[in-house]
């Protein structure tokens, strides 16, 4: 599966010698330099103009982008099917969304210092314990990978010790976010139920109601997508994800070998969760809003979606899957609505039976095609 | 709960039907001029003077006074332009067919726009409900006498007491001489009287517990001490009626659970494939009953003994299709079938709702299966949900005959077992696939079936209970169905203890987490397959 | 990350970008419509997009309006809340919208909320809802509490003599904020005893009701009259009421009132264990009114559906679509500020009988009715309050909310005023609810 690599390199910058790590990122990049242009220095009117809208959509998509591959992490290279990783992003979600209404302070409609509006009408006496210390930025950011962090680490540990695989934790991740999306749209849990949390002023210091926050977030969310698909990459190209695919690919061999198994499907487990917080913690100020609809099976199983579509165990792939189908969906609920679900539904079962490498198949097959024809011509001429 | 009577006019209507009946003397059903006039009066603003015009009616002789109040009651007593009183027949859609009020006669259909209701308030309705009961109360039919007399306890008045007990005297049925003088005695008791304190003693009924309680609070201290004694000594047989209650309010939802789960404990317990779109399934044993019930107006219990067969076959049938199409190209890859039915499950969905409608689809309770049985005068049991757990049992039971002592069940084994042996044998494997995969999905259509009984059937069923149905499944023991059986009705009784106590979310949430944490504990469920089916 | 950078090179770019836009006349009025058109809400939402379609229609037919003709900008927000947002910027940003139509859940509400005071857009908010809110940005014509549950439970109290309430309702901010305020009003102004009153929180979609109805069954079985207040939403109805005829409860027993069923809900289900429990509403398609059996055929032809019925937040739509016509007929212009400033104190003729005016607070006067649920899936109107009720945004039975006031003339124009210490912003009211905590 890896191709050889230099042992010598330090893990963390290995990943920058690979091609297609220098291709993803020169790709992004380019990208984010030309909405960047597109939207600042041309003017509103011109045809190529990039409007706030456009490039708020954008940053949704790359937060996507980076949930996908903190799933493709964990189900390409561990073999874990997490149908659950949406609480992960959730998690990550309300976090960031307990900072930000916060910082509302004492500008809530009923102008409390410390409640957020929705405790106040539904007669909260005082902020619960689990509340405190979120007006504070760097408590908050940490609490963005903690929370999910801590949450992965129990689960796992418990799952991984006791050897839960396959179709078995694929469905008590389910029951996981399900449970926990029947939490919190509890009023009671104290964050807003249903209506979650929403009206949101600014994040640290930027008014996130202006379109330039709204371009820095954009940014801020794509060299986050960077870092972390150089941290996967780091992780999958070094010694422990070539134990992560072994594990994969026959688990009780490893095992036998003297590999701790559960010991590398806990840690990738939980930095993968991590991941998944920070597209939550990303995703939440650009949308606006968050609430437990995040915390839905279905959300999580679409995630999935976008990893196989894009073609598993690449990295890459879960980021042009995650693209490729949310703006898919945008045009298809804008165009006719009643198709959206026939869409996706096909999506699944064809991307399952017909493509089960991928988009990131299909291109590496057409490389493949083209080199050997390269190949071929070479040796025709000499 | 008292309802608001005036006692003077229910005794004016005692009075009058009594000479009624003592006379015997036939009303002139000609006389149509006097009917009218009595409709009249019925058709003015004031309240109060319709109150006096539905007096007036039950004290006429007129032998339609039945009728026209049940009309006014339903609200199908109504008035055309012309002046002209007709009972609506059906007031479905727009144009009502309707009939004269004096005569009966059918006078084909009106628009609502030509008809005015004959309006009503509640205090009117429960007035006319229990003009109608006392009515009643002389009535032939066994059954309006019962409930008339179920109906009058709690509302004998002193001035009801006399005429009360001249009926109990005359009653031949012993069920509605028992709540007359109930009714009797729970006057008695509210008075202070001992006579009807020790009448009511062992009494369930929630109205003889209240007039005891008010009783007990009374300032004779001896009858109050009486009270009180009456009341605790019911207490432990209540607590025994409540904890019957919730043991089947338990096995109803486990019932429910099971029926939900136990297609899945074989599509994926014994064939191990992940079938997403399971919920599917039931949706369309659901929809077809509704189908039936379209076919078949107006008889809805057979329509729904027919889809019994008629949601199997459809569910097997689509489960089939699923199988031949996509399934059978996955095998041996259970993450990527989980997908690809899940996508089939949006499908359907989807299709459901282009094809039939987005809205929730009516489908009808039949009779026999409304209502409860009544144990004692604090316990009854609801007859839907009991029908529903016998159901559950008897698929149940019919699955077990079939993979224990058919052929088919015996290849199934055989197959799962060991595939590559079973087919050396000569067993055609890819029949035994398709067999049983779609005997899993029949039997979810026949979930959909019982679930078309208990919620709604609209393109969502499906979704509300997979993941539950999952659970079920991988706590009882993957390839087991006992297990299936046994975790579904002890989930259903866990989560009904727990909801008095924690709420209806809670206690869903603590049943999850439950499952989750038992899964860590006995990755394998319950009851565990041994063997070598195990390492599959 | 240097987003001070970006926020200088976004400033000159705003500078740059400075909107030449200036409308012809001959342009069409842009109306958006945000409702969803799939998913969960697809049920209820769809039918408002055909009502504002028709009304659209009806309008052009009649002319336009200001000589200009009406366009319909129809977008599928999916029944997902963060995609609401989003789509609500593209009708304001992308499709340069002159209004809205849209929204039926408080939680898609309050996700455009924010978008549309940024972008300064018009929304007109059909549905009935919990209050608390007062935008500058948004009318609101659907009830607020005090023109639904407040007068349908002095109904109960004073035509029905209930003594005993039990307060049902799914687990979202709507039945909570109803729930408390109706608690509130029933101890404070009935004196209703504390033991009197049972509140009662399901999930959505909840199916199982033995152990909850078996529990109002026996609550109501103590000697006084009971009745529900449901604030159950959509699909878990249907097992509630069968589950309570099954188990014997019919509506002479306990009368359960309905908050959010409608006709709409009640055409997917077996009415018959319905019959005679109750609803209050603004509306009803059995109200007797010329006006209303017109727009009955109106819709009945646009739908195409003999069996189509018409419903409350349908005639909200009526009521906010006429009222924004004839606010910019006044104004003269489709200019946001300007029709905001017309649209207060225009009144139009309702579905039935009567007249709807907009108050300075965004919200509006209605009647309110209540219906008793017959075999055929309509209402029996039993009762009607004598004229109509104007909705108040902030609840006088909330400690929060009690201060405060909405007014958007000029020169007030604060959503959130304290009348307390005078200032917007609702500051001090905390405070005191505080202090009636700490008593």
């Known amino acids: 599966m890896m191709s050889q690599l230099p042992s010598s390199q330090f893990w963390l910058t290995r990943p920058f010698g690979e091609r297609a790590t220098q291709v993803f990122l020169g790709v992004l990049f380019t990208a984010l330099l030309v909405v960047t242009v597109l939207h600042v220095a041309l003017p509103q009117g011109s045809p190529l103009h990039v409007n706030a809208y456009t490039v708020n959509l954008f940053g949704k998509y790359l937060s996507y982008a980076l949930l996908a591959v903190a799933v493709d992490l964990v189900w390409g290279y561990l073999g874990i099917l997490s149908l659950g990783h949406g609480a992960f992003f959730a998690i990550g979600g309300y976090a960031m969304g307990m900072y930000l209404m916060r910082q509302i302070g004492d500008r809530g409609t009923y102008g409390h210092p410390v409640l957020p509006d929705f405790m106040v009408f539904l007669n909260w006496e005082s902020l619960p314990w689990y509340w405190q210390g979120f007006d504070m930025a760097w408590f908050a950011f940490a609490m963005v990978l903690l929370a999910p962090g801590m949450l992965a680490l129990v689960f796992g540990f418990l799952a991984f010790r006791s050897r839960v695989t396959g179709v078995y934790l694929s469905i008590i991740t389910q029951a996981l976010t399900f449970a926990l999306m029947l939490a919190f749209f509890r009023n009671e849990m104290g964050f807003g139920g249903n209506n979650g949390l929403t009206d949101f002023r600014e994040l640290l210091g930027f008014n996130l109601r202006s379109n330039d926050t709204r371009l820095g977030l954009f940014l801020a969310t794509g060299v986050a997508l960077a870092l972390g698909y150089i941290l996967c990459r780091a992780i999958v190209t070094s010694k422990l994800g070539r134990v992560c695919v072994a594990t994969r690919d026959a688990e009780a061999r490893t095992r036998f070998i003297g590999y701790r198994v559960e010991r590398f499907q806990l840690f990738v487990f939980v930095v993968s969760a991590m991941l998944a917080g920070l597209a939550g913690a990303l995703y939440v100020p650009q949308v606006g809003i968050i609430n437990p609809s995040e915390f839905s099976p279905l959300f999580s199983i679409e995630i999935v979606l976008w990893v196989a579509l894009g073609g598993r165990a690449t990295l890459y792939g879960a980021v042009i899957g995650a693209i490729l189908v949310n703006y898919a969906k945008t045009i298809f609920t804008g165009v006719m609505p009643d198709a959206w679900l026939f869409a996706l539904g096909a999506m699944f079962v064809l991307v399952t039976v017909l493509l089960p490498k991928g988009v990131a198949g299909l291109l590496r097959k057409r490389r493949r095609a083209v080199e050997s024809d390269n190949a071929g011509t070479k040796e025709a001429i000499a | 709960m008292r309802r608001f009577l005036s006692w003077g006019f229910l005794c004016a209507v005692l009075l009058g039907i009594t000479l009624n009946v003592q006379a015997q003397t036939g009303p002139d059903t000609s006389d149509n001029d006097a009917a009218l006039e009595l409709l009249e009066a019925l058709d003015v603003d004031s309240y109060r003077d319709k109150g006096e015009a539905i007096t007036a009616i039950l004290q006429s002789d007129d032998e339609r006074a039945r009728d026209w109040l049940q009309a006014l009651l339903d609200g199908r007593l109504q008035r055309a332009d012309d002046g002209q009183f007709v009972v609506v027949l059906d007031n479905s859609g727009r144009e009502w067919p309707v009939a004269d009020a004096l005569t009966n006669e059918p006078l084909g259909e009106m628009s609502r726009r030509d008809l005015d209701r004959v309006g009503i308030n509640n205090a009117l309705r429960n007035q006319l409900r229990s003009a109608i009961a006392v009515v009643d109360l002389y009535s032939p039919n066994l059954d309006r006498r019962r409930i008339s007399a179920e109906r009058l306890l709690g509302e004998v008045d002193g001035e009801l007491l006399e005429p009360i007990n001249a009926l109990i005297l005359e009653e031949k049925d012993s069920q509605v001489r028992y709540r007359l003088s109930q009714a009797v005695a729970i006057y008695r008791a ?27 609070n009374g300032d004779d201290t001896v009858a109050a001490d009486a009270a009180r004694a009456a009341l605790a000594s019911v207490e432990q047989n209540l607590k025994i009626n409540r904890g019957v209650e919730t043991l089947y309010f338990g096995l109803s939802l486990g019932s429910v659970l099971v029926l939900a789960a136990i297609g899945l404990a074989i599509t994926f317990g014994v064939m191990g494939v992940i079938n997403m779109a399971h919920g599917e399934l039931m949706m369309l044993g659901a929809y077809t009953t509704w189908m039936m019930q379209q076919l078949l107006p107006g008889q809805p219990g057979l329509a729904l003994i027919l889809s019994i067969p008629a949601g199997f076959l459809v569910a097997a049938l689509v489960g089939v299709a699923i199988e031949r199409s996509v399934i059978q190209f996955l095998k041996g890859r259970p993450l990527e079938t989980l997908l690809a039915t899940f996508g089939i499950s949006l499908i359907l969905q989807q299709l459901v709702r282009t094809v039939i409608s987005p809205l929730n689809r009516t489908v009808i309770t039949p009779e026999w299966m409304s209502g409860s049985l009544i144990i004692n005068d604090a316990l009854s049991l609801t007859i839907n949900r ?107 009784v866990i989560n009904q203890v727990l909801e008095p106590w924690a709420g209806a979310v809670l206690a869903k949430i603590i049943v999850l987490v439950f499952i989750i944490l038992f899964i860590q504990k006995r990755p394998r469920g319950l009851f565990p397959q041994k063997g070598r089916a195990a390492e599959g | ?203 959505f979609g909840h199916s199982d009701w033995q152990n909850i109805v078996s529990e109002i ?223």
């Open chain 2, 190 to 216: 509210e008075q202070g009287e001992m006579a009807g304190i020790e009448a009511l003693t062992g009494s369930l009924h929630p109205r003889a517990r209240v007039a005891l309680s008010r009783a007990a």
């Open chain 2, 386 to 492: 009991m029908v529903v757990l016998g159901f559950a049992l008897v698929v149940f039971a019919g699955l077990m005959l079939i993979m224990r002592r058919t052929r088919l069940g015996l290849e199934v084994r055989a197959v799962t077992q060991n595939r590559a042996m079973a087919r050396s044998m000569g067993i055609r494997a890819t029949r035994v696939d398709i067999l049983t995969f779609a005997l899993g999905s029949g039997v979810a259509g026949l979930a959909g079936v019982a679930l078309s009984q208990l919620t709604n059937v609209g393109p969502n069923l499906g979704q509300n209970y997979i993941i539950d149905s999952f659970m079920v499944v991988v706590f009882g023991g993957v390839g087991n169905l006992w297990g299936t059986l046994v975790a579904g009705l002890s989930l259903g």
């Open chain 3, 1 to 203: 990350m240097n987003l001070k950078k970006q926020a200088l090179l976004g400033l000159s770019a705003l500078a740059l970008s400075v909107s030449f836009h200036a409308s012809a006349n001959d342009d069409p009025i842009k109306v958006g419509i945000l409702h969803s058109l799939s998913g969960t809400m697809a049920i209820s939402e769809s039918t408002l997009k055909d009502t504002v379609e028709m009304l659209i229609q009806q309008q052009n037919e009649a002319g336009g309006l200001l000589g200009r003709q009406l366009e319909a900008v129809v977008v599928d927000p999916a029944s997902n809340w963060p995609l609401f947002a989003e789509r609500a910027r593209e009708l304001l940003a992308q499709y340069e919208v002159d209004v809205v139509f849209g929204n039926w859940t408080s939680v898609s509400r309050k996700a455009v909320l924010p978008v549309f005071e940024e972008l300064n857009g018009l929304l007109f908010y059909p549905v009935q809802y919990e209050g608390e809110e007062s935008s500058a940005n948004v009318f609101y014509t659907g009830a607020a509490p005090n023109q639904q549950a407040i007068p349908a439970v002095e109904y109960l109290i004073n035509e029905v003599g209930i003594e005993r309430f039990a307060l049902v309702g799914t687990d979202y901010v709507y039945p909570r904020t109803t729930n408390r305020i109706l608690e509130a009003f029933l101890k404070d102004e009935h004196g209703v005893a504390g033991d009197d009153i049972m509140v009662n929180y399901t999930p």
């Open chain 3, 217 to 439: 069954r026996r609550f109501g079985e103590e000697g006084k009259s009971t009745a529900v207040i449901s604030t159950i939403n959509g699909d878990a109805n249907v097992p509630f009421y069968r589950e309570l005829a099954n188990q014997g409860i019919d509506a002479a027993d306990i009368p359960v009132i309905a908050f959010s069923v409608g006709e709409q809900e009640l055409s997917g289900i077996d009415t018959a264990p319905l019959v005679g429990h109750l609803a209050a509403w603004n509306y009803f398609m059995s109200v007797d009114t010329d006006d209303n059996y017109d727009f009955i055929d109106a819709w009945i032809e646009h739908t195409g559906n003999e069996e189509a019925v018409t419903n409350d937040p349908m005639e909200a739509h009526y009521i906010g679509f006429n009222m924004w016509a004839e606010a910019v007929r006044k104004a003269g212009t489709t200019d946001v500020g300007a029709v905001k400033d017309a649209i207060i104190g225009v009144s139009v003729p309702n579905l039935s009988g009567g007249y709807a005016a907009m108050m300075p607070n965004h919200h509006i006067t209605k009647p309110v009715l209540i219906g008793e649920v017959q075999d055929n899936g309509q209402f029996d109107i039993v009762w009607q309050t004598p004229s109509t009720v104007a909705g108040d945004a902030w609840s006088d039975y909330l400690p929060g909310s009690r201060d405060l006031i909405a007014d958007w003339r000029k020169p007030m124009e604060c959503g959130n005023f304290n009348v307390v210490n005078g200032s917007c912003g609702g500051s001090t009211a905390t405070e005191e609810a505080e202090a009636a905590l700490a008593e």
